[in-house]
């Protein structure tokens, strides 16, 4: 089994920052990609950026290009989010998303977070 935990949340003022971070613990093997999803009231989960964890290559939803910026650190499997310019139409849960081959598996498998709030006020 793998495990995501999310932190940094919380509430900021329209045009300010916050960094997302999760950690991914378990049974791993390999951690193929690592991403950020959200999920605003009453709208579908949509994503928000991934990254692939050996090359480093990165995709942004066309929303966040150039505000956000996700990373990792292979070494404690872990992958940050990095959000500037924050907007009252970012808030949402964010979860962390991770495709991930375990040690008992075939196949990689998603795994997901339990999501942590951001909310930004105008």
């Known amino acids: 089994q793998v495990q995501l935990v999310e932190s940094g949340g919380g509430l900021v003022q329209a045009g300010g920052s916050l960094r997302l971070s999760c950690a991914a613990s378990g049974s791993i093997r390999r951690i193929n990609t690592m991403g950020w999803y959200r999920q605003a009231p009453g709208k579908q989960r949509e994503l928000v950026a991934v990254?692939?964890?050996?090359?480093?290559?990165?995709n942004y939803a066309d929303s966040v290009q150039g505000r956000f910026t996700i990373s990792r650190d292979n070494a404690k499997n872990t992958v940050y989010l990095q959000m500037n310019s924050l907007k009252p139409e970012d808030t949402a849960v964010y979860y962390c998303?991770?495709?991930?081959?375990?040690?008992?598996?075939?196949?990689?498998?998603?795994?997901w977070g339990k999501g942590t709030l951001v909310t930004v006020s105008s």
């Open positions: 998303n991770a495709n991930v081959m375990t040690i008992a598996s075939l196949r990689p498998m998603d795994y």
């Open positions: 990254i692939i964890t050996n090359v480093g290559q990165t």
